[in-house]
Structure formats: structure tokens, C-alpha cells
């Protein structure tokens, strides 16, 4: 007998005598565990993604490009987020307001009459005209020039500002959608806000 033989027939004895070996010809003869070591695997893959399910996620956020006058555009990406619904003179009144933690950017919108999902011109119609507001520097609110507006028109008539709120999901929880909001400071300067999109969670006052 060759040694290729003799390793060979001893790994079947092996095989046969040992415990090990047992459960394995056991587990292969039986094709019902192949089912149960699938469903082993699924719950354990299951179970490890659940644990980071439970992290804490993002309470928002409000993405676009933004250009003050002649600076260039650049993308502006908020995180400090807040959104709320309140009733004013019995109609639901949104507000939303978006702030860069760095440059201290700020886009802010106040919506009145909220129906629901849809869209919701600024500043819109009526004595109470939607507002949109383009905000160079939060930190600099001394600073008028600093306000790039979109509101009713002033006594003249003259316009100033003008933009476009897309709701595209709403609950009583959370808000999503985007932003279009063409405003002017003092100064005659214009802000332009663009290609945004936000979502966010709604605070109950």
C-alpha cells in the first residue's frame, strides 16, 4: 500500500471514529441543517446592521449653491437645521431656517397658509406675502447689507425678491423638499440661492 493510500484511509478512519468527524457526516447526510446554518447566517447579518440602526441620526439638513453678487458661487451645505408649524390668526404658518456652522450663511422662509405637500411662492400673493430671506453673516446682524430679502413689494411697488418653495413630503414630523430664493440687500445687491434641497425635523412649539 502507497503512502498516498495509507494517508488516505486513515483520514477516512479518522472521519468515521472521531466526534468531529461524526457531526460532519451527520450535517452532510442531512439537508435540513444546510437550511438552519442559512437562517443562523441571516439573523446574525440581520442582528449586526440593527446595531447601528440604533445610532443617533442627523436631525437635518439643507443643501445647495449659493452667490452674494459678484463673490462666485460656491455650495452651501447647512446642518444646524430647524423647521416649525404654528397657527397664526388660524392658518399654519411654516418656518424654516438653515444656518452654516462656518460661514455663518443663513437661509431663512416663512410660509403662511400651509396646506401640505406642494408649491408655495415667495413672496407670493395676498397682505400676507411669503418671506425668504438670504443671510451673508448671521454673526454680522448689524449690518443691513448683510439681509438679502424677497418680500412684498415696498410702496412704490417695486419687487423685492423672489422665490420658490417645493414641498415634496410632509408630516407632523418631518418636512422635505427644495428651494429656489432670489433676494436683494439694501444696496441693491442680489443673493442667489439654488439647486438646494432640505430635509428636516419638524419642532413642535
Partial sequence: MSNSTSRKYGFLRFVKTSWIGAFVL???KNPVNFLYTGLGLFVLI??????FSDTPTQKGYLVGTIEFGHEGEHVIQCDAVSASVRLESGQKVLSLIATNE???ETIYVKIFQLRGTGTYFIPGDGD???IGNI?????DFRNKNNFYEAKMPDSSG??????RLNITYLSDTEIEGN???IGNNPKGQKAVLESSKFKVSIVVP
Fill in 26 to 28: 451527520s450535517f452532510i
Fill in 46 to 51: 440581520i442582528s449586526f446592521e440593527n446595531s
Fill in 102 to 104: 462656518q460661514s455663518k
Fill in 128 to 130: 400676507s406675502g411669503n
Fill in 135 to 139: 443671510i451673508h453673516n448671521l454673526e
Fill in 158 to 163: 417695486v419687487q423685492n425678491g423672489v422665490g
Fill in 179 to 181: 428651494l429656489v430664493l
